[in-house]
């Protein structure tokens, strides 16, 4: 008679945050085939499938401990990603009572960027096994942009756009900050994620999904009905359309990185976010200063400048970039995202109780369908899938006759192949 015996992988770790358990081995071993055997020689056969089995359930409970810490971490990511892109938003329109310069601003939080890949590498330094230079280190991330590195060929065609483009998102929405209140700018800025998805589904060919043409239908319905809430106004449709620009200019950034870039890993996106900062710091310093001496963005003295908001706006900044760039590594990217539309609730709550906003009918449904629509672009590709199989397992227990029948002739199938070897999979 053939015996199966299944031996579990131990479950391990590696830099990345999946963790999987790897296949059962099967071992066929031939024996005699002795007849009237007694139930003794067929104790230890039993003692090892009990002991397999305990083996399974070991495993699938660490893979269950590890899928719970990683939820908690989601939690925990959700509430800092709400809190730094809400307080930021909040803190900028609090700093152009007393400086309105949002060219200024933007310049001075973009120059923080130069701190990604310090930030990046004392990391790199506490968790990893082999600790390599900071000069190691960053001749290994050049190679994400050739064999060269970066010379200057690929600075001005590589680097130099995406920092443009960098500069225009933000300088767009701290713009519109400046004309309409933190809740419209917040819910209007989640249209870019349909942007995106229009723009690869152009551009990259991307697979069509009826649901995220539904969800972009909604975001342009939430922007007309945002624009209408107002009255059409010229201030409102202004501050509007430059939230709008805004979220596109993001779309045309992620979209144009994975065109010219592809996928960076932590390290080599921490020096590309460090190379904008950089060179924002170095080409772009004469623009604020040009502005205050044309009186455009003008201040009385350097004393008058509100240290501490601007400040505190460029560091918000700064740890929210941190969280939706490296946030991945500890917990799901949908648990990211959902942070950024709970800051419009957020938003909301606290321009109720410090601006006179008026949250009439109109603007409510445009924040709910733009919300609506951010959510169901977080949907998986195939999330169709699922539900039919959630759906036909929901029908078997509701039909126990044909569960039981289903569950007999499963039986009588491993009765009958209880001599193959078979491999299993256990991933999660």
């Known amino acids: 008679m053939k015996k199966h015996s299944a031996r579990v992988a131990p479950l391990s770790a590696c830099n990345s945050p999946v963790l999987t358990l790897t296949k059962v081995e099967g071992e066929d071993r031939t024996r005699e085939n002795v007849v009237g055997s007694t139930d003794a020689q067929s104790a230890p056969a039993a003692g090892t499938e009990s002991s397999s089995g305990r083996r399974r359930l070991h495993c699938c409970i660490k893979v269950t401990a590890v899928q719970v ?21 909040q803190l900028a329109k609090l700093t152009f009572k007393q400086f309105d310069a949002p060219f200024t601003v933007t310049w ?102 009826g649901v995220r043409i539904v969800a972009a239908i909604l975001a342009i319905a939430g922007i007309v009905m945002m624009t209408y809430a107002d009255g059409f106004h010229s201030h409102s449709v202004i501050g509007i359309t430059l939230v709008v620009a805004s979220a596109s200019m993001s779309a045309l950034y992620k979209v144009l990185f994975k065109m010219v870039l592809g996928s960076a890993k932590f390290g080599e996106a921490a020096l590309f976010l460090s190379i904008v900062g950089s060179a924002n710091f170095v080409f772009i310093s004469f623009v604020p200063v040009i502005l205050y ?37 500890i917990t799901y990217p949908t648990l990211i995202s959902l942070g950024i539309v709970l800051s419009v609730p957020v938003n909301a709550m606290v ?71 078979s491999l299993s999979t256990y991933a999660r």
């Open 293 to 329: 001496f044309t009186h455009v963005e003008y201040t009385g003295s350097f004393a008058d400048i509100p240290w501490a908001y601007l400040c505190g706006v460029a560091a918000l900044l700064f740890a929210f970039n941190i969280l939706v760039n490296f946030g991945i590594a």
């Open 69 to 89: 810490r990683k939820a908690l971490w989601g939690v925990a990511m959700v509430m800092c990603v709400c809190s730094s892109w809400a307080g930021s938003t």
């Open 351 to 421: 321009d109720f109780y410090t601006c006179d906003i008026n949250f009439n009918t109109v603007r409510l449904i445009a924040v709910f369908i733009i919300c609506l629509g951010f959510l169901m672009l977080l949907l998986p590709e195939d999330w169709d899938q699922c539900i039919i199989r959630l759906t036909t397992k929901l029908r078997k227990r509701d039909d126990p006759a044909e569960a039981a029948g289903e569950t007999a002739a499963n039986t009588s199938l491993n009765w009958r192949g209880r001599g193959r070897t």
């Open 108 to 209: 001075f939080a973009t120059s923080w960027n130069c701190l990604f890949f310090p930030v990046y590498y004392i990391g790199h330094w506490c968790k990893s096994a082999e600790r390599q230079t900071a000069r190691q280190r960053l001749r290994e991330c050049c190679r994400f942009f050739g064999d060269e590195g970066l010379t200057p060929k690929v600075f001005f065609t590589k680097v130099a756009p995406f920092g443009l483009l960098w500069i225009l998102t933000n300088y767009l929405y701290l713009q519109a900050l400046r004309k309409i209140n933190t809740t419209d700018v917040s819910a209007l800025f989640c249209c870019n994620k349909a942007f995106v998805f229009l723009l690869s589904w152009i551009v990259l060919r991307d697979r069509f999904m």
